[in-house]
């Protein structure tokens, strides 16, 4: 029969045992995670091609982490999702359009537009049509002023800026006139007329603000995708004056959380892409 000593001496020996082989497990946990996000990662530590099996341990491994999220990050990581669609392209000074771009465009409702034959990109007509008809059936009248612009009618209208600038600053160098000028009307390639999605309503001027159509807007333009693009508070972000008269459409989703976050688009989109790297 062992002897007390003994007996501490086994226990001491089999605590050392269990130690060292629960260490050696936390080891081999560990050596298949770091395995397993190199491989999600584009990694390959067998020397040949990802296996089904792999890419089921990553699948996995990304529901692992993505229940670690909040609800508010997974779903702005699902507004992140549209960063490339077409209603989120960002089109300003730093972000021009392609030479020769073009957009798919049809006729805006005849009743809800200025001159005959106004143009609207065609994915997102419809929901400017419903949102004038929605005005409409609450006594507010949605005129559009301007939509879709080609380069060319764009080109025109930001040399006549200038033209005008120039007239009533004759103390400007013309470099800062263009850049004035730009402010006012974006220079070609610049501007969000070009690409299809901005709209002018009734008027402008910037008392449109003041104005009843106005009030319903704010109210309501994000119900249709609708937002006010160029605000009174980010014009150092936007480089474009105070338009109370110009709306973009984004699509439902973006513009209500873009309301919610009270960013401009540059904001917005910069915000969403934090959630990509």
Not at 144 to 160: D, E
Request: hydrophobic letters at 40%; proline letters at 2%.
């Amino acid at each position: 029969m062992m002897d007390r000593t003994t007996r501490r001496k086994i226990a001491v020996l089999e605590r050392k045992v269990f130690m060292l082989t629960a260490l050696c497990l936390v080891l081999a946990i560990a050596l298949g995670v770091m395995t397993v996000l190199y491989v999600t990662k584009g990694g390959d530590t067998s020397g040949g091609e990802v296996q089904n099996g792999d890419n089921t341990d990553g699948e996995q491994m990304s529901s692992a982490i993505s229940s670690q999220l909040t609800p508010e990050q997974k779903a702005v990581m699902a507004l992140a999702e549209d960063l490339d669609e077409w209603n989120l392209r960002l089109v300003n000074a730093k972000n021009p359009l392609p030479n020769g771009f073009t957009v798919e465009t049809a006729k805006i409702e005849a009743s809800y537009a200025r001159d005959v034959g106004m143009l609207y990109d065609a994915k997102a007509v419809s929901y400017l049509n419903q949102m004038c008809a929605a005005a409409e059936k609450d006594g507010i009248n949605l005129l559009v002023i301007s939509s879709h612009r080609t380069n060319a009618r764009q080109t025109v209208l930001y040399n006549n800026q200038v033209n005008k600038q120039k007239a009533n600053h004759p103390e400007m160098s013309d470099a800062e006139v263009k850049k004035l000028a730009a402010t006012i009307s974006a220079y070609p390639g610049t501007s969000e007329h070009e690409v299809g999605l901005a709209v002018d309503f009734n008027s402008v001027e910037q008392s449109f603000e003041n104005t009843a159509e106005f009030q319903w807007l704010k109210t309501h333009a994000a119900e249709y995708g609708f937002i006010l693009r160029y605000t009174k508070e980010k014009q150092d972000i936007t480089g474009v004056i105070y338009e109370p008269w110009h709306y973009r459409y984004v699509g439902q989703k973006h513009a209500k959380k873009i309301n919610e976050l009270g960013y401009c688009l540059e904001e917005y989109i910069d915000y969403l892409k934090n959630y990509t790297k």
